[in-house]
């Protein structure tokens, strides 16, 4: 119980008295099997903590908004439920960016998320909470959820391991949608075994998500047999880009030195300029939000804000009760899907995404892995990201793409300032975490 309270007194977490008793209760009853002398599981017993956007029963899911604030989840995510059988225990909901819009933990109503490793620097986002309680020892794992990066950004903030697994590997029921075609449920962790044994529980077919598929367990030996790792590709533009911060550089080329001393062939490859990664990204991800948020106008969920009459309530529901950001994205979105612009930027932008993922499909003709680092930019400090967020999204350009591509991409710990992204063609997620151990 103390833990508890004082896993509770940072901004790394968002305020919720009823996971307590929810996780003292499971608590005791491991204790109690230990003391009985009964064998357990290898996570009974094991806390995490989980991005505050997903559904627990009985707990409140506040997304960091006003809105949602004092929202009781009706009922519990497939991702979460299958760790609960597991045996694993839920000590925390973690404090994000507000239904995962933005890229550093500001933009939410629980106060900034400080970096584990400098807290002058943001924790990164919009997962800052998962990864900096994992960082710090507060939860052995945290469950995040990437749409564009936000799993993998914050664990290469704070020197942890991130995985957006391939999109439908995992079932989104009882994830609150941001932009539904890339939203996945990511662990973050401290090793490539933890996020295996982590992964391996939450994967699967569900009838509540008919974006996933059945998948194959992933086990331990097939993943320290990395002989298959022929050849690595990284993309030239990248690295070559004035934006790259030059210390991310050198350390990202000499990882690169590393593979090729083992004998692993590294090809060059041709990508999208970053502008449009970006552009293309946050065309479809406001699109959608501005739709999957339209429900939330105060009628069956969150804070309502009554005024003068239906309309007016919806208005000042929703002006009142979300952020700028998330504003600038509804605004954006159905500007985006309007008359008169949405063949000339949201059917382009989709157009773009197919090219993206066709790129994707020749390059793993000739590449098993391709390598990235996972942001361009160092954290930056507090206070930057909220005044300018042209710069945040620019910041997105090495995670986006992934994204739209629907790809199997992890985060390790690289040099110091950012992690190195591995990414594998889709539904090949085994040689993700192969490659990572490939690497140690
Ligand atoms: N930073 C990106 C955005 O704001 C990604 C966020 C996410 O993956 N949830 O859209």
């Not at 620019?394 to 985060?411: E, H, R, W």
Request: glycine share 8%; proline share 3%.
């Amino acid at each position: 119980s103390e833990k508890l309270n004082a896993l509770k007194a940072n901004t790394h977490n968002t305020v919720n008295s009823t996971l307590d008793d929810l996780a003292l209760n499971l608590a005791a009853k491991v204790d109690s099997k230990i003391t009985n002398g009964e064998t357990i599981g290898l996570l009974e017993g094991i806390p995490f903590g989980i991005k505050d956007v997903y559904m627990l029963q009985g707990t409140t899911t506040t997304a960091s908004s006003d809105l949602l604030k004092n929202y009781k989840s009706a009922y519990t995510a497939t991702a979460i439920q299958k760790l609960l059988d597991a045996g694993a225990i839920p000590v925390v909901k973690e404090n994000c960016d507000s239904f995962g819009h933005g890229s550093s933990s500001e933009n939410t109503i629980f106060g900034a998320v400080k970096n584990a490793i400098n807290p002058e620097l943001v924790g990164g986002g919009s997962s800052g909470g998962s990864a900096v309680n994992v960082a710090k020892d507060y939860t052995v794992f945290s469950i995040g959820g990437d749409t564009g990066g936000s799993v993998r950004q914050p664990a290469g903030y704070n020197h942890v391991y991130g995985l957006k697994p391939t999109y439908g590997r995992i079932s989104r029921y009882g994830l609150m949608a941001y932009a539904s075609s890339t939203d996945c449920v990511g662990p973050i962790a401290k090793s490539v075994e933890d996020i295996r044994i982590i992964l391996n529980v939450m994967s699967g077919k569900d009838v509540k998500d008919q974006t996933t598929y059945a998948s194959a367990e992933i086990n331990a030996d097939s993943i320290s047999d990395t002989s298959e790792i022929k050849s690595v590709g990284y993309f030239k533009n990248f690295i070559e880009s004035d934006a790259i911060d030059p210390k991310i550089k050198a350390d990202f080329l000499s990882t690169i030195e590393k593979i090729k001393a083992k004998g692993i062939e590294v090809k060059e490859l041709d990508f999208f300029q970053s502008d449009i990664l970006v552009s293309t990204y946050y065309t479809l991800a406001m699109a959608e939000t501005a739709s999957n948020l339209s429900r939330l106008d105060g009628s069956n969920y969150g804070n309502r804000i009554e005024d003068k009459n239906l309309k007016e309530s919806y208005a000042v529901t929703r002006s009142e009760n979300f952020s700028e950001e998330t504003k600038r994205r509804i605004v954006g979105g159905n500007q985006v899907l309007s008359q008169g612009f949405s063949d000339e930027i949201y059917l382009k932008s989709l157009a773009l995404r197919d090219a993206i993922s066709e790129n994707f499909e020749e390059d793993f003709k000739d590449v098993d892995i391709i390598l990235s680092p996972v942001t361009p930019s160092t954290p930056p400090e507090i206070g930057n990201s909220l005044k300018d967020p042209h710069a945040m999204y620019l910041s997105d350009a090495y995670t986006v793409g992934f994204s739209l591509g629907q790809l199997p991409t992890l985060t390790v710990p690289q040099g110091t300032e950012t992690g190195l992204q591995i990414t594998a063609a889709k539904t090949n997620d085994e040689l993700v975490l192969k490659f990572a151990n490939f690497l140690k």
